[in-house]
């Protein structure tokens, strides 16, 4: 409310999974783009492969680039 308030209607949220999470949950997401490398540095869990699972699985793709090799998916409830 308070960003809407100011006229703010775009906001780049980063963060890790707790974070993320939160924001899905809360129905405030209206686009997520989806970044995939062409390597996998590391090893662990996915940073958002619960949320994708639990609450992203009805969305729909809208398009795809390949940008320098990564690959950008852009995805909408």
Known sequence: QALHEREIR???VEGGPTIARAFVEAGLVDECI???A???LGTGPLAMGHVLLTHMH???????ED???D???YLRP
């Open 38 to 40: 062409p390597i996998v």
């Open 71 to 73: 690959l950008w998916s």
């Open 58 to 64: 009805s969305w729909r793709r809208t398009s795809t």
């Open 67 to 69: 940008l320098d090799g």
């Open 34 to 36: 989806w970044i995939t």
């Open 10 to 12: 775009h906001l780049l």
